[in-house]
């Protein structure tokens, strides 16, 4: 059984603060990883992924993966409240020829302004 | 842009009911979900389809079935709804690509209610 676990927070963090959101995975070949930001009521939408070892930045956000310690993490600097959501974790694996995400459980992040 | 649209944003239902949930992409993706969501269980699959009369069960299958006829449409069956079927459903698709870098498309989810 794969795991992806994450703090459910919830986490507050002061406007304009960076705001930082951990995930770790129980599959040590798992291949790709992506972070789904999900507004209260609204469905998840895909802000980034990462498949190398490393940092991948996309505007305010950065995404940091590292395999060894099977951890992945999402930076968000200069947040602002619009930032405020739950934040969802979710590896990528293929099974026979299915391809499939497992999610974590996801953070709730609350910007303070 | 990818578009995912579900049938209903709502739903009331009554124990006992057999409920559709209907599921339609714009992309031509071969791949489609089903999750629910809850509080503190996050999301959860139902049943994924990779092709057209195509099933498979995902992690929490029992009470639920599904179809695909066509491409574009997935649908979610609730043979006998029941007070614990009471959650968000989501509806996802995603590109085949044979490898692990499938990023998903979600609907808007139906919120279901039964009474």
């Not at chain 1, 930082?20 to 980034?48: A, V």
């Not at chain 1, 968000?76 to 694996?93: E, F, H, K, M, N």
């Amino acid at each position: 059984q794969k795991e992806v676990e994450q703090n459910s927070g919830p986490l507050s963090v002061p406007e304009g603060a960076i705001a930082s959101l951990n995930c770790t995975y129980s599959d040590r070949g798992s291949q790709s990883f992506f972070w789904y930001r999900q507004y209260s009521g609204k469905s998840p939408e895909l802000i980034m992924f990462i498949y190398s070892n490393g940092d991948k930045e996309d505007g305010r956000f950065t995404a940091q993966l590292n395999k060894a310690s099977q951890y992945v993490s999402l930076l968000i600097r200069d947040s602002q409240p619009s930032d405020s959501a739950t934040y969802l974790c979710a590896v990528g694996w293929v099974n026979f020829g299915n391809e499939k995400l497992t999610f974590g459980t996801g953070t709730r992040l609350t910007i303070i302004p | 842009d990818v578009k995912v649209t579900q049938s209903s944003r709502y739903l009331v239902k009554r124990t006992g009911e057999k409920v559709f949930l209907e599921c339609v992409q714009d992309m031509d993706h071969e791949n489609m979900f089903w999750y629910r969501q809850d509080p503190g269980l996050g999301l959860r699959l139902i049943y994924f389809s990779y092709d057209v009369k195509m099933k498979e069960k995902g992690d929490i299958p029992e009470g639920y079935s599904v179809s695909r006829e066509k491409k574009e449409r997935f649908s979610l069956i609730l043979e006998s709804a029941s007070t614990n079927q009471t959650s968000m459903y989501l509806c996802a698709s995603s590109l085949y690509r044979g490898d692990a870098y499938n990023e998903q498309f979600f609907g808007p989810g139906t919120r279901l209610t039964v009474l």
